[in-house]
């Protein structure tokens, strides 16, 4: 009889997509000592021509990535794709409009640059263990 290999269970995999190379640096680290698994993308384009996308049980997501695709353009790709991935928002803009407009559109959370560790934590929580 052969062995069976054993299951490895991994954390849920959450990925940073953000332009800023210090988020990109600081917030996988953060979600890693929350207890996930993390990958971070400098753009929204990158992350859709990575292996990455269908293993993505949350993606924190900066609104505004220019030259490329948005965050907003991304859900929309991603929901053409019929990959619905919950979205955690993140943006330096203090337009109050853009949040209930992102949270109307599915997007889990938007949270406003600079934001606590503890308001992330929760996001990703909520994102990942729905009530």
Known sequence: MGRKQPVVIRPP???VIDDDESLRESLPDLV????YSAQAFSSAEA???SDYVDQTRCLI???SMP?????PDLQRELSRRGREIPIIFITAQG???IRPRLLEQGA???LIKPFSD???LEAVNSALHPK
């Open 13 to 15: 995999l959450v990925c």
């Open 32 to 35: 890693r000592e929350f207890g």
């Open 47 to 49: 992350f859709l021509a």
């Open 61 to 63: 997501l900066d609104v």
């Open 67 to 71: 030259p490329g695709m948005s965050g």
């Open 95 to 97: 337009d109050e409009t």
């Open 108 to 110: 889990i959370e938007c």
């Open 118 to 120: 503890t308001a992330l």
